[in-house]
């Protein structure tokens, strides 16, 4: 039986971040995922491979967008082969670069399926046959989450994708519904209207993107419908049937059509449910929620103390960003050192284009929780970078305490908004007060500028936008 100080199962942004650091604290440490180097879903399957469809659809759409400025291209010739290996490679690329840092690091790697036999040991069965037995002092968790299903839905059907089926991009459809109008659907949707696939969305809910704010969805949903060909709220699938020409399919809600449309293939974007069925996890004291995540304190620890959990498998938000920080938590914890994953704002971004990010107390949540909030906003129609770069329809705001006038949250809605958050993120791990955000001098023209430019608005003082306000700062 090998030893370790440190066993990590899971080899995803969670997984490796913990690993890593662990190894930088100078612990010992056995890693243990089925494939061939770090990345998990994420890199293999997810966050990265959409990224750089997104980037490609981006792209076209920026040309299309062009002939309004007088450049005119012709229509894109899709070069689906070459696409999906410009995408095969990025992620060989990233994960091999995680293999050769795990090496550096001295990590050993197991590829295979980890079974507890009690709280200190663990069986690996090889993914190409064989085994190892380990035991541990500590061991993190960070098996990740997989796409969920829909009851009655024929999933064993060529016609149905998962995101991963979806991202594989083995074809491209001439019709795609997607089941879910969360982000994950209409980043797939964005990449495949790019592709010239017709798109359909239909959501149970009245709006997309529920949870997120109203104003920012807004902007991106008149995008949306223009690219996509209907987008059906209030609506549910009600059956599914199989047929020759396509998938028949019934809808019930506000939008749904007597007869049966029919569509090439359909995406089940519904959301995703935690890897929380370890094999052999009974035999440990960890105890799952009703959503069957496992449970855990601040430090990332459950209820045995040899066993830590982070990631999509330790609860919402499941994001990849949240789990790699909930994995140096874990790590610093278990290497002795003061630690606790107590974040003031975990950033949320959609790639689609315009991207859509928040962080921090959203206007929404604060209605829910009857708390009375202050809302800055800036329109970028007043941004002389976004005008010159024909993008008016932004919007940033920030979401500010009335008394005390820190900033508890922001929301940005345009381009490149996943990059332009992190400016609010530590504005609200830092507990500034908006003041500070409009007296912190930005560059001119950027888009970063709409943050200090939603600050001043606070107090009616913005330089490209007269709006009063009974709010007044005097140096």
Request: hydrophobic share 40%; glycine share 10%; aromatic share 6%.
């Amino acid at each position: 039986m090998s030893v370790t100080k440190i066993a990590v199962v899971g080899a995803g942004p969670g997984g490796y971040a913990a690993a890593f650091l662990a190894a930088d604290l100078g612990l010992d440490v056995t890693l243990i995922d089925r494939e061939p180097n770090p990345g998990g879903v994420c890199l293999y399957r997810g966050c990265i491979p959409s990224k750089s469809l997104l980037h490609v659809a981006k792209v076209i759409g920026e040309t299309r967008a062009s002939a309004q400025w007088g450049v005119e291209f012709g229509e894109p010739r899709i070069r689906s082969e070459k696409l999906r290996s410009f995408k095969e490679s990025v992620v060989e690329r990233l994960t091999g670069g995680l293999g050769l840092l795990s090496r550096n690091r001295k990590i050993t790697y197991l590829r295979g399926e980890a079974r507890f036999e009690d709280s200190h040991s663990l069986a690996v069965a090889g993914v190409d046959g064989g085994g190892h037995r380990l035991s541990f002092d500590h061991i993190i968790l960070a098996t990740g989450s997989r796409p969920a299903s829909l009851p009655g839905v024929p999933s064993d059907s060529p016609r149905v994708w998962s995101s991963s089926d979806a991202l594989a991009l083995h074809e491209i459809p001439k019709s795609l519904l997607i089941v879910g109008g969360g982000y994950i659907g209409l980043e797939l949707g964005a990449v495949y209207a790019a592709l010239g696939t017709e798109i359909t969305v239909v959501e149970m809910m009245p709006g997309l993107l529920p949870g997120a704010d109203r104003d920012l969805v807004s902007v991106l949903a008149k995008r949306l419908e223009r690219d996509f060909a209907s987008i059906m709220l209030n609506t549910r699938v009600t059956e599914m049937e199989e047929q020759e020409d396509g998938m028949a399919v019934g809808f019930d809600g506000a939008n749904a059509a007597e007869e049966r449309p029919r569509f090439e293939k359909v995406l089940l974007a519904v959301g995703r449910r935690p890897n929380s069925e370890i094999e052999g996890l009974d035999k440990t004291k960890v105890e799952l929620d009703a959503k069957a995540f496992i449970r855990v304190d601040a430090q990332r620890r459950t209820h045995d103390t040899a066993v830590f959990a982070v990631g999509d498998v330790a609860g919402e938000p499941m994001l990849a960003h949240k789990a790699s920080h909930e994995g140096r938590v874990a790590a610093e914890v278990i290497a002795g050192l003061r630690s606790a994953f107590e974040p003031a704002a975990v950033p949320a971004v959609v790639f689609t284009d315009p991207e859509i990010a928040w962080c921090g107390l959203t206007e929404t949540d604060a209605g829910k929780q009857e708390r009375e909030v202050r809302v800055a906003r800036f329109p970028w129609a007043a941004s002389g970078r976004a005008v010159s770069m024909g993008l008016p329809e932004g919007l940033t705001k920030l979401v500010i305490d009335p008394e005390t006038e820190r900033v508890l949250g922001a929301g940005i809605v345009g381009s490149g908004a996943g990059e332009l958050i992190s400016e609010a993120v530590l504005a609200v791990e830092m507990a500034a007060r908006v003041e500070d955000v409009a007296l912190s001098i930005h560059p001119h023209p950027t888009l970063s500028e709409t943050l200090m430019e939603a600050a001043e608005s606070f107090f009616g003082q913005s330089t490209h936008l007269h709006r009063a306000s009974d709010k007044v700062r005097k140096r």
